[in-house]
């Protein structure tokens, strides 16, 4: 027996309801869009970000009173009840979110002896203090003189010499990674000190981990040659290094974007401005000067009842925004030619990207084409972000039919090129997997490469089926990657989003749009995991902490896009009139704001699993809209 959802007929009441659901959720997103064309909604993430900033900032000698008094104001905001910080609303607290966060916040003119210090100096000390901090936050601690330079790992810049052939050269990086360790390799070799007006002593424990490893693991062998490179940066920098300092210059000023930023992303946009500010180019240079502008550009200022308020994203997403919102309002009925979705396509198209970048070095035939994530991300251009943005604009009719076929047409031999040899498809790099790069010391904190995933996977499948390719050598081929790498309990893992939630609600409308049936035992079982894990109120939740810990996959508080990712699968799963459907329908609608949005308090996008988790505001809207859409029409 295959059936395992419970099934009700649909009343009429429910879907009048969810038509009118729709309805407000299509003008809210009308009233959304800029007049450019484009969507675009905040991503939240976690203090981080505002507190390296301000750390940056001291570093150059640009830090001003105003901006240090609104960062540090939006900072304390997001201080807990036990004076911790953490990377996710209702998550644990983090150690190393917490000591930057203290650091930035005494920098801010805090005193030390403030209740909402001490209390946080307390955690940081009773969980093991500085020295139990990630390398990341150690690098900031040595910038400002707070750590040893010598208790770091090496990263030298001779790196950038490795041909792509050899292990641990830059591409061997996830692209995200390589942009970030190649700066680091400057700034680790040239070692410098602008110290702090102050001292963190007190959030020192005096203890350090032990350093020994086996020499013959892994870890060992890496512990004996970082320590054998920092013996090779003590000795005068020699011509070889000289070189591999310039030639790392020079790879970084070939991939700053237009709006200047590096890869449209916080981390190697700041150890960018650093390294080439330490090799000595002023900060008038055009480079720096746009580098720093641009971090403007993502900078959101807020009243509150306290005063201002400043925060960074650490990154900004419209093309991935209006892809999603364009579909969403494509599934509510809204006509290819009403004039926001013309206007989306025509600014969508200008985001094409007509030239290489380093997704080249693996693929160096491939012709360019594809979507990034960003407003300025020329060089990466990812997966993900052009599957969906072709599943948006194939759907689009005349009068641009011609020039969106053929931007189509070009991201959908992209997309065929940089199938990995698995199978699978990464973000943004074909075969990106090698896992000894992930040994290095310097590697604690974030994913440092871009394997194939479920969810990306899942959404070149589905963009290839649309485009009638089922049949084709690269989506039978991606069809059995997702069948090989179906968990046990029936879902699936979600590299991109919160979690299995988020991956199972990709794989299934995937699978059943490349034809394979939603009676086959694949798609059962995924049903079944899908009403297994429905909350007692109608929705569906994950928590992020299911990338650390299996027993919470499934379950968390109902957010408005987990639940809509659950419904977009059961629906294509051929299960509208479950009463699962019914209930995660009703769960919807009845939480609409009276403006057509959703509140969602949750973070489910993520960014590095078990490290990194965003907060992308238009989820809460997008996926909802297209869900019900879906459920409305009738349609999968």
């Known amino acids: 027996m295959t059936q395992t959802v419970p099934r009700t007929s649909t009343s009429a009441p429910a879907a009048r309801t969810a038509a009118g659901t729709v309805a407000s959720a299509v003008e809210f997103l009308r009233r959304e869009q800029d007049r450019a064309g484009w969507w675009k909604g ?27 008094e609104e960062s540090a104001r939006w900072i304390r905001s997001q201080q807990r009840a036990d004076g911790t910080w953490a990377n996710f609303p209702d998550g644990p607290a983090d150690l190393s979110t917490t000591v930057e966060a203290w650091v930035a916040l005494r920098l801010a003119g805090d005193p030390a002896d403030a209740p909402w210090l001490a209390s946080a100096a307390e955690y940081i000390r009773d969980h093991g203090g500085l020295e139990a901090t990630r390398v990341f936050t150690r690098i900031w601690l040595a910038m400002v003189g707070q750590w040893s330079w010598d208790e770091l790992p090496s990263l030298p810049p001779e790196l950038i010499f490795l041909p792509s052939w050899f292990p641990l050269n830059v591409y061997d990086f996830a692209c995200w990674a390589r942009q970030t360790v190649v700066p680091l390799t400057i700034v680790g070799t040239l070692r410098p000190v602008r110290k702090l007006p102050f001292e963190v002593s007190e959030l020192r424990t005096g203890k350090r981990p032990p350093k020994t490893r086996a020499p013959w693991t892994w870890d060992g062998v890496f512990q004996n040659l970082d320590t054998a490179l920092h013996a090779y940066a003590k000795l005068p920098l020699n011509p070889v290094r000289k070189l591999a300092l310039n030639q790392a210059a020079e790879w970084i000023l070939a991939r700053q974007e237009a709006d200047g ?81 013309v206007r989306a396509a025509d600014w969508m198209l200008g985001e094409e990207i007509r030239v290489s970048g380093d997704w080249a070095v693996r693929r160096p035939s491939l012709r360019p084409g594809g979507f990034a994530f960003e407003f300025a991300n020329d060089g990466y251009p990812d997966t993900d972000d052009t599957a969906e943005v072709v599943l948006a604009l194939r759907r689009m009719g005349k009068p641009d039919h011609l020039r969106i076929r053929e931007a189509v047409d070009r991201s959908v031999a992209w997309l065929e090129g940089m199938q990995s040899s698995d199978g699978g498809w990464g973000a943004f790099d074909a075969d ?53 790498n179906q968990e046990d309990d029936g879902s699936w893992f979600g590299r991109w989003g919160a979690n299995y939630v988020y991956g199972t609600g990709a794989v299934v409308p995937a699978l059943v749009a490349a034809g394979i049936p ?15 894990h429905q909350n007692a109120d109608g929705g569906w939740g994950e928590d992020l902490r299911s990338y650390d810990d299996r027993a919470w996959a499934g379950r968390g508080d109902s957010t408005p896009s987990q639940t809509a990712w659950a419904l977009l699968a059961l629906l294509a799963a051929g299960e509208r009139e479950s009463e699962v ?56």
């Not at 900032?57 to 640009?62: A, E, K, T, V, Y």
């Not at 969810?455 to 990657?481: F, I, N, P, Q, Y």
């Not at 086959?520 to 297994?532: D, G, M, Y």
């Not at 959703?598 to 297209?626: A, C, I, M, Q």
Request: aromatic share 10%; glycine share 10%.
């Open 581 to 636: 459907v019914t209930r995660g329908v009703e769960w919807l609608c009845e939480r609409q704001r009276p403006d057509g949005g959703w509140d969602e308090d949750k973070h489910t996008g993520t960014g590095f699993p078990g490290d990194f988790y965003l907060s992308y505001h238009l989820y809460r809207v997008v996926f909802p809209l297209s869900a019900l859409g879906r459920y409305v029409r009738g349609g999968s």
């Open 42 to 68: 905040e991503l939240a993430t976690n203090v981080t970000m505002d507190a390296e900033d301000l750390l940056l900032r001291h570093f150059l000698g640009i830090l001003t009173p105003q901006l240090a």
């Open 518 to 532: 939603g009676t086959s035992p694949r798609i059962r079982r995924a049903v079944k995991w899908l009403a297994e």
């Open 261 to 341: 930023s590096w890869g449209g992303i916080q981390p190697p946009w700041v150890y960018s401005i650093l390294a080439l500010h330490l090799l000595g180019y002023p900060l008038d240079h055009p480079a720096l000067k746009a580098g720093i502008a641009g971090l403007d550009g993502f900078t959101i200022r807020e009243k509150t009842d306290q005063g201002w308020v400043r925060r960074l994203e650490a990154c900004q997403s419209p093309v991935w925004d209006t892809a999603l919102a364009m579909t969403a309002l494509l599934d509510a009925g809204v006509s290819p030619g009403d004039e926001s979705l």
């Open 432 to 484: 990106n997997t090698q896992v000894l790069t992930t040994r290095l010391p310097f590697c604690d904190f974030g994913a440092v490469i871009d394997p194939p995933s479920a969810d990306v996977t899942a959404h070149v499948v589905e963009m290839l089926a649309a485009e009638g390719k089922s049949d084709t050598r690269e989506c039978r081929r991606g069809v059995r990657w997702l069948l090989d």
